[in-house]
């Protein structure tokens, strides 16, 4: 494979790279980098660990990990990476746990569920978010058809986006009443794409079900009006072709795929269901960050870098990044169908295809700040389905967060490109004023208004889901 080869032959370049490492003062902890001299900071040492293997799934938001490796990013901090696809979420979160993996592509609510022990039980940070949007709900042209007839329509003929649940929810309701389950998937319980199902379900008056993980019940289909189950990304459309189920939610490129097979309809994107909405993260143990400081500030430092690079100058290279997404060793889609989204377009109903310029964000909007409130919506939406049995106070989802997200590692390699003229400044979030939280949020679908620093309140808004003392 040609990582395994560059891999190779980058070894030479060793003894040079480390006589200019040696230069600069090696850093044994993360937090002692900043010095009290306003943004000055001393450099990061050299790499603890040198040699770093990274999972990905084949989606198209693997894209950073891809671009800092054959732009030579992570060779300019000193690593030689070797980057490697996985079967699914599940073996590539135990790679990383049980160290087969220094780190990977992860699903956000990933970290977060590992830390607090939905699933499997370790501590996994965050330092760096991958990207913003690039999620889809397709459903079969079957369903399509009875869907379309409780849109309205524009002049053309067209149908009015963005299409909400309720043009859905005669359909499954007919299913309920003849005894038929109304099956979807998604790509695993603590995925974006679970949770964006279950919203724009539940905004359109369908229940997706609940979890009740204290009664040995992790199903996720009790008191269900239309049943999700988890279908890995790349086998969405042949699973929805086969009629197993009647719609998902997926990464790109397989809503598009789906247009292009003429088997499916995407009828929204997560884009006009949340509006920039946080998506993968890269994800590490903690004992990895401790053990290797220097290391983790510079993967930080090289994937900030992909990110700009796949932004800047309004996407002016994401023809030449759809091109080596498509090679079979990263994504493997067709080049067509992964520039379809990456683009600055998305095609619904074949031939309907409508410029949605902030599908794919890698880098503008802060899209790379790992912030506190990004984590604590997804943490809302345990609890909402519940994934979280309990009632927690406010006070746990901001401590559960801190111990997660880590922008003080992102700041650390921030000012360290800065200071390289890598990066300017005004790129960055102003650290020296930043909280960790955004600003409340209101552009959902259903116009509830997202405040991180009031979780409870927030899931008390929403008429279909767990809250306050609520169990199931």
Not at 328 to 336: C, I, K, M
Not at 409 to 433: C, G, M, Q, T, V
Not at 458 to 472: A, E, P, R, S, V
Request: charged share 25%; aromatic share 12%; net charge negative.
């Amino acid at each position: 494979m040609k990582q395994m080869s560059e891999h190779k032959h980058s070894h030479g370049r060793r003894c040079f790279l480390k006589k200019g490492l040696l230069a600069l003062v090696t850093i044994s902890a993360v937090g002692s980098m900043i010095l009290n001299t306003g943004t000055a900071m001393a450099a990061v040492g050299e790499p603890e660990k040198e040699d770093l293997k990274f999972g990905f799934i084949k989606l198209t938001d693997m894209a950073p990990l891809a671009i800092a490796y054959e732009k030579g990013f992570f060779e300019d901090e000193g690593l030689y990476v070797t980057l490697e696809a996985q079967a699914n979420w599940k073996v590539l979160l135990d790679g990383v746990i049980d160290g087969q993996l220094d780190g990977a592509h992860m699903l956000a609510g990933q970290p977060l569920a590992a830390t607090i022990g939905f699933g499997t039980k370790a501590h996994i940070v965050t330092p760096y978010s991958m990207d913003l949007n690039g999620n889809g709900i397709t459903v079969s042209n079957e369903i399509w058809e009875q869907m379309k007839q409780n849109i309205p329509k524009q002049s053309d003929g067209k149908p009015v986006h963005p299409i909400t649940a309720d043009a859905l929810k005669p359909i499954v309701d007919k299913f309920k009443n003849e005894g038929r389950p109304f099956k979807m998937g998604m790509v695993f319980p603590v995925s974006t794409h679970n949770y964006e199902l279950r919203y724009w379900l539940a905004a359109g008056g369908i229940n997706p079900g609940y979890y009740a993980p204290h009664k040995g019940d992790i199903s996720g289909t009790l008191k269900a009006d239309a049943q999700l189950s988890v279908t890995p990304p790349p086998q969405m459309p042949a699973t929805l072709e086969a009629g197993t189920i009647y719609g998902y939610c997926v990464g790109e490129p397989w809503n598009q795929q789906a247009v292009f097979k003429g088997i499916g309809v995407p009828v929204i994107t997560d884009y006009e269901i949340w509006k920039d909405n946080p998506e993968k993260v890269f994800g590490l143990t903690r004992e990895f960050t401790e053990k290797y400081p220097n290391t983790t500030v510079r993967i930080v430092k090289a994937l900030i870098r992909a990110g700009k690079w796949l932004d800047e100058n309004n996407n002016a290279n994401r023809p030449e990044a759809v091109k080596i997404l498509s090679q079979s060793n990263y994504v493997g889609a067709d080049y067509d169908v992964i520039a379809n989204s990456m683009t600055g377009t998305f095609e619904y109903e074949k031939g309907d295809k409508r410029e949605v310029p902030d599908f794919n964000v890698f880098f503008r909007y802060n899209a790379t700040y790992p912030y506190y409130s990004d984590a604590i919506w997804y943490l809302t939406q345990m609890r909402r389905w519940g994934q979280i049995s309990d009632h927690k106070p406010d006070s746990w989802y901001d401590e559960t967060a801190k111990s997660v997200y880590r922008p003080d590692i992102y700041r650390l390699a921030a000012e360290e490109l800065i200071n390289e003229d890598k990066l300017s400044a005004d790129e960055f979030p102003a650290f020296a004023k930043e909280t960790g939280y955004r600003p409340p949020q209101t552009e959902f679908i259903d116009g509830i208004t997202f405040d991180g620093t009031k979780p409870n309140d927030y899931l008390k808004q929403f008429k279909i889901g767990l809250k306050g003392m609520d169990k199931i």
